[in-house]
């Protein structure tokens, strides 16, 4: 495309949007040409990005949202979704969490499906759902939809989603705790692995007739699935599914915002810039200011540590207080 009726812009991804890149566009800034009226939402997923994965989207510093129309000549830098990153004065794209987050799970992951029904959250899953039917459970159920299919995300009706990264079930799992912070909100065997309903204790007289001899001799807790009527006891597996919720809930500890102290000097615009800063007594040289960008409390600050880490500085305009929000070490930094 060329002439009058095409416009050229400027695109940077950041951090593990990269992966949904071509090689020789990751972790740069690179300029595409589109024709006039393409909208932010186009415009990323024509490089490969699922809307779902984008957070925060900065067109010439300033926070946009997906429909906007792009212009010529617009930097636009694209954020994935942050763990522990309080970005509440910009447009967070993907919103607040739902209060009852409810899930559907492609036809890949039946495996995943099992493991978050175990942890207490609603999946829906069929080997056999057909996109009509996953894209209706979506729009008409406002389920969120987990899948490992790009070409379905990117679908405009999916406005909540997760591309699952891993092949791995128990990884794929920590991957869904960690990115909708469910952590607090697991509720282990409240609903039936096989089937998705609520679980109900159920007196053993009621079970006894299909109980092997040793159970009936050494259980004496029963949960009954209210949809398919499976028993469920704290039998031989209980222990192993005990582990994996342990596993899940110590990957996902929260990180704390932590308090730091920085050395400035007066930078860009006049304005305070980072030069240094302390984490407890290790000293980090800044040998970037990657990005820099503001909300109505806070100036933000990515910067490239000496140590090739990246962190995300805020500094609190009313207390001037510095805190560390966002940190990613070198080896995961930016495949
Ligand atoms: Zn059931």
Known sequence: MSGKSTITVSIRFYEELNDFLKKSRRKIRFTRIYRHNTSLKDCIESC???????DLILVNGISADFDQLINGGDDISVYPVFESFDISGVTRLMGRPLRDLRFVADVHLGALAKKLRLLGFDTEFSNDASTEALLESVRGEKRVLLSRNRKLL???????????RSNDPEKQCVEVVRRFDLTRSIKPFTRCMACNSHLAPTPKEKVLPRLEPLTKKYFFEFSGCTGCGNVYWKGSHYGKLEAFLERVRMSNDPKEIMKIRVDCYSGYRGEETPRRFWLEERLVEIKQIVDRWLDPEHRYFKVLGDDNSTYILRHDSTTFVWELTFYQREKNQLR
Request: proline fraction near 6%; avoid cysteine; charge should be positive.
């Open 48 to 54: 490969g990005v699922p809307h779902t994965e984008v």
């Open 154 to 164: 990117m679908r405009r009706v999916v406005n909540r989603g997760l591309f699952i």
